[in-house]
Each structure stands twice: as C-alpha cells, then as structure tokens.
C-alpha cells in the first residue's frame, strides 16, 4: 500500500513539473513554442497588448512588437482550351541553302505554358535511312511529355516593400494562354491575366510573343508583365529551357548542359555539365554539380544552351540600354530520366534546365512603370563555325565554343585551333571539286597531305628505330654482364648510344610532335557538321557521320532479344572497320621493332607477337560502330603509313648497300650526286 501511494505521489509531482515547463513556455517563449508544437498552441492576442500593472512596485514587463504580417496575393486565372500554331516552314528538298527567302525551322508553339511543343530543322534530316524526315530537335519531355521548351513556369508575386516572396507560385505551364490575334504572318501572341482571389480582382496580365525571321536560326521571344492593381508589386519568373533533343552521337551521348559567362582571361567562359552523368551525380547527391558555380552573379551569365554532337540550342537574354544585368538567369540543369522500365537506356534520357528572371518590380497601375517588357533569343540551328563567325553576336558571344572537341591527352586550347584549321582545309577543297565534291575524298586526300608534310619527321623517328633495333643485340650483352650492376650497366648503356649516334628518345620525340596535329584531324572529322548525312559511294558509306552498314544481318531483330547477347550483337554489318584491321595488321608486320630476333630476346618477340595479334583485332572492335568517317580517316592513315613505311626501309636499304660498296652521299654543293670514298694514304708526303 505504501508502494502505491509512493508511486501516486511521484506521478503527480512529474505532471505538475511537466505542466509548469508547458505554461512557462508558452507565456515567455511564444515564438518557439509555436514553431515547436506546430502551431497546436495559439497565440493569445493579449499578449502583444501593453498592461499597466495596479502595483507600480511589481517589474514591467517588456513589449512585445511583432510586425504586421505580409499579405500575399492568392493568384488564379480563366483557363482556355489549348490551341497550336505554326511558324516557319519546312520544304520538300531537306537540303542547306543559301536562300534568305527560306526558313531555317518550323516552330509548333502551343498555349499550354506559352510555350515550344515542337521544332523541326527544314535543312538536315533525321536519322531514318528508309523515309528521311525532317529533323526534330526540340520535343516535349517528361513520362507524361507535357514539358515543354520555353514555358512560362513558376510564378510568385509580391507586394513591392515585401523581402521575400511567397513560398507558393502559380503553375503558369499548367494553363492554358489565350491565343492573341496578331496583324504579322511570322508572330503569335498568347496572353494571361492573372486574378488575386483574396479580393476578387485582375491583378496582373503577361503577354509573351514569338517572331520567327525567314533566312534565320533565330527564334525572338518578348515577355511584357503588367501590374493591373492600385498597388506596386514584385514580381518573379520562372522559365524552362530548351529540351527533348534527341542524341546524335553514334557511340557516345554527346548532350549537354552549357552555360557560357563572361572571364577577363578569355572573353567568354563555357560551364558544361554531360547529361549521361547526370544520374551518377544524382545518385551520389551531388545537386551543386547542376548549377554554375560561384559565377551565376547578375551581370556575368551571357548565354544558356542545350547541345548534341551536330545541334544546339543557346538562349540569350537581350540585354537593353536600360537593363545594366541580364535580366534572366540560369538556375539549375534538369535530368529526365528515361520513361521506360529501361531507365538506362541512353537514347531516351535527356535534359534541360531553367532559369529565372531577376525581381521585376511595378509601378500601381496607370503609372509610368506600371509595364515592362523583356527578350530573349534563342538560337536553334547547327554547330557550325561558318555560321558563327558570319553574325556579328554569335561571333562576339562565340557561340563557336558549343562545340566539343574531344581532345584526348592534349588540352583543348592546343586542339581547337588545329581542328578549326584543318575543318577550313575541308571544306575548302571540298568547294574547289566543284559539282564532283565529295567529303570522303577529302578526308583521305587530307590524310595524304598531312603525311606528306610529316614525312621527315616520320623518317627520323623510323631511322631511330632501326637502330635501336640494331643495337639490340649488344643491349642483351651489356645487360647480362652487368646485371648485379645497374649503374655500370646504364654507364655502358648511355656510352653505346653516343658511339653508334642512336637515342630512345630520339625515336620517341618525332611522333609525340605529331600526336596533336593527327588528334586534331581525327576530332575535326568526327565534329564535323558538314560530315552529316555526306556520302561517299552511291551504296557504301553513304553517311560519312554513322557506321558504313554495307548489309542488314538477317535476324537480327531476334537475336536482339537474347540475354546478354542481344547487347552487343549489331544489325548491320559494317565492313570498314575490318579493312581497317587488316591494313593495321600489315602495319605491325612491318614496325621496325616487330622485328626482333627470338634466339635474342624470344621473352619480347612473344610480347611483339602477341600484339601483332591484339591491336588489329581490338580497334576493328572498338570502332566497330563508330561513324564511317573517322573509320575513314583511320584506314587511310594507316593505308598510308603501310605506304610510307615500304619507302623508307627501301631508302635505308639502298643507303646500307651504298655504304657497304664505298659509296657515300655527298652535299648539294657537290651536286647531290654520290662518289666513292678515296683510299686514306698510310703516311702524308
């Protein structure tokens, strides 16, 4: 029983310490309770009152002030059936023309957010050799593909003293924009008026415009905001970026994500972010990856685009004397996630991102302020640097840098200024054939250019080569006498090198000098644009930019289907990299050192062998699937390496034979013309 009564009495003194704390909390602690409970306690209105105590002895307690709190408009707006216009036009002939009467696109703009549904290119096809259709370079996106490029998204407003906006917005891509009549054949108009619910009036109306231009890869949009109460307001939008474009890259997904700043050292500055490693960075939490790091500041950003291997997609703000800042800016890239069970497959991932407009704010209505209109342009064409150097703003913004060289060991600074001069010597000699142009001659008559002006080079390395293959020998020699002695070994070494002229290096150097200049020739005929759908034989590789795909494989849509090998196994078969594979073959059999004796070194021949065996088989491999173009070039190079090296070993030949006679070769001074050496005298008269 005393247990009980115990137990009653420690109960009670908790619940009344529990009560005290609650009370205690809520009379000197009412913004934290309130945080804390979740709003389950109220706030008694007496308690922002002033009292004045009856006992002037007892201590005042502190005011307590809050602000009057911000009342927010709650928009709404009329929603219209949704409506589709067209601008633009697209041709029968999907062919490049010089023609300014003709348009670059044909633009499908819906109400539905005020937005881009779809665009297609009126000169490049698509990637159906059956029944070619005009390009599709923008498409809705999304598992519902109902997000569209350059919709209007989010939108908050704000009375014009308030610090902040509300956290709520108005889903402006989800409504349906009355469709503007306009006088102009080459424009569409939509317009929305927004209501503010709380007291039942119009509040603000947004009007966004379209212009397309014949002869022009430039798609105008004006955005025109209009305060409609008695009020100044602030407002703040939102908008989509382009997207839905589909990959061009035939191996690899070349999308991505750019943003382009201005930079003291270079002008312009490009921050790209690859929409295949988006959901790595995802999956690892890295969100900060999808923004501009620490360079997204007012006057900084210059442009915005979404890019392939061939197209791009570059929204500018227009910026106007006004204006002292863009008044759009990037905010973050987007990843969509392919909308099948297959979230992996590359071809239907894709990209884009928003942006957001700088706080606009407006005068009351009736007022001078009380409307202000902004621009944008976005540029919707190929990533062509002929075109970019002939407009003054793409060259000034050097829109050229949307293009991607793959640069390999060598920094993209050495690489791009080669790759753009040799794509001019491309598509120059491709002008001077006149009616007979064909890219894939170029390529290999470009290949035979840069051999030809690499032959000395190639020489000294190939002589350098032989005579360490020469040397080999008396190498194993000195390695085996001195093998309990390494630095007697690399003294004897080094003074065999000096006595017979021959150094490893020497044989290294030559074609490290030409690693850059092959890199960029190898990367200016796989970015090339003007490689696009160019053929070079009526019924082989009639598409220099994808696989050569000389026949289908029979059945090869069932074996698709069978686990594991269905991955790998393809439907064309694709002729090119074979010939490569045999022509690098002959190469091997005919490297300097693939010549080693096996009674000198049998540990090396069968390392040689086996890459004699190994290279022709793995790079046929590699670019089994790559596009016919580079496969092209490859081929052509290692063709003509096979041919360069026969006359450099017939010259060093005959030159042994020569020196084995007593026949030197002289200087031009003599002639040019070889002598036999005289007989040194035994003493001097």
């Known amino acids: 029983m005393k247990m009980k009564t115990a137990g009653i009495a420690v109960l009670s003194v908790f619940c009344l310490f529990c009560g005290w704390l609650i009370v205690d909390a809520v009379v000197h602690h009412p913004q934290q309770t309130k945080q804390l409970l979740g709003k389950m306690v109220p706030l008694a209105a007496e308690l922002n009152e002033t009292k004045t105590p009856a006992d002037t002895s007892v201590e005042m307690v502190e005011e307590v002030i809050t602000a009057a709190p911000v009342v927010y408009p709650q928009l709404s707006a009329a929603n219209t059936t949704e409506q589709v216009v067209t601008l633009g036009a697209l041709y029968d002939e999907i062919e490049r023309s010089s023609d300014e009467s003709n348009y670059k696109f044909q633009v499908e703009l819906t109400s539905k957010g005020a937005a881009i549904q779809t665009l297609s290119l009126s000169e490049f096809k698509d990637r159906n050799t059956q029944d070619p259709a005009p390009l599709v370079l923008l498409s809705p996106l999304g598992s519902g593909k109902n997000t569209y490029s350059l919709a209007n998204t989010a939108l908050k407003v704000a009375p014009a003293d308030a610090e902040t906006f509300d956290s709520r917005a108005f889903p402006l891509n989800k409504l349906n924009w009355k469709l503007v009549e306009t006088e102009a054949s080459d424009e569409a108009r939509f317009e929305a008026i927004m209501n503010d619910a709380n007291i039942d009036t119009d509040m603000l109306k947004v009007v966004k415009t379209y212009r397309v231009k014949a002869g022009s890869y430039d798609l105008a949009c004006d955005v025109a905001v209009e305060n409609l109460s008695d009020q100044p307001i602030k407002v703040l939008m939102q908008m989509q970026g382009p997207g839905g ?53 007012e006057n900084a950003l210059l442009w915005s685009a979404l890019t392939n291997k061939y197209f791009a997609a570059i929204v500018r703000p227009v910026t106007t004397e006004t204006q002292s800042s863009p008044w759009l800016k990037f905010s973050q890239a987007q990843y969509y996630p392919a909308p099948t069970l297959r979230d992996d497959d590359k071809d239907l991932q894709n990209g884009s991102f928003s942006m957001t407009s700088q706080p606009i704010i407006l005068a009351a209505t009736g007022q001078e302020n009380a409307q202000q209109s902004f621009s944008l342009e976005m540029y919707v064409g190929p990533k062509d640097k002929k075109v970019f150097k002939k407009n003054a703003i793409y060259h000034s913004l050097q829109y050229f840098k949307t293009i991607d060289f793959r640069g390999c060991c060598c920094p993209q600074s050495v690489i791009a200024p080669m790759a753009f001069g040799i794509m001019w010597m491309m598509n120059t000699m491709y002008t001077l054939m006149g009616p007979l142009g064909n890219y894939g001659v170029v390529i290999m008559f470009l290949v035979f250019l840069v051999r030809l002006a690499m032959h000395p080079i190639t020489k000294k390395s190939q002589v350098s080569m032989m005579k360490m293959q020469k040397l080999a020998p008396k190498m ?145 491999v590699m670019l089994y699937s790559g596009p016919s173009g580079v496969n092209l070039y490859i081929m052509s190079s290692i063709s003509a390496g096979v041919i360069e090296q026969k006359v450099i070993r017939k010259h060093l030949k005959e030159k042994e034979e020569q020196e084995s006679i007593g026949k030197v070769p002289v200087t031009a001074k003599t002639g040019g013309k070889l002598k036999k050496k005289k007989p040194k005298p035994f003493y001097k008269g």
């Open 476 to 620: 194993q020699e000195i390695q085996k006498k001195y093998a309990n002695n390494k630095q007697e070994m690399n003294k004897q070494v080094m003074a065999m090198y000096r006595d017979h002229g021959a150094s490893p290096i020497s044989g290294m150097v030559p074609m490290m000098l030409q690693m850059p200049i092959w890199i960029a020739l190898w990367t200016a005929v796989y970015t090339s644009i003007d490689l696009r759908g160019a053929g070079f034989l009526p019924v082989w590789i009639t598409d220099l930019s994808m696989p050569d795909q000389l026949f289908a494989i029979p059945y090869a849509a069932k074996i698709q289907t069978l686990p594991f090998i269905g991955t790998f196994f393809p439907d064309y078969f694709n002729l090119l990299p074979i010939l490569m594979g045999v022509v690098m073959y002959a190469q091997q059999k005919m490297m300097p050192s693939a010549q080693a004796s096996a009674s000198t070194n049998p540990q090396m021949a069968q390392q040689q062998k086996m890459m004699m065996i190994m290279m022709p088989l793995l790079f046929p």
């Open 245 to 297: 474009m589909n990959r061009e890259g035939v191996r690899q997904d070349a999308r991505k994500i750019k943003a382009a700043y201005k930079s003291s050292e270079t002008g312009v500055a490009v921050e790209a972010l690859d929409v295949a490693a988006m959901k790595k960075k995802l999956q690892k939490n890295d969100t900060d990856a999808f923004k501009v790091k620490g360079k997204n500041t």
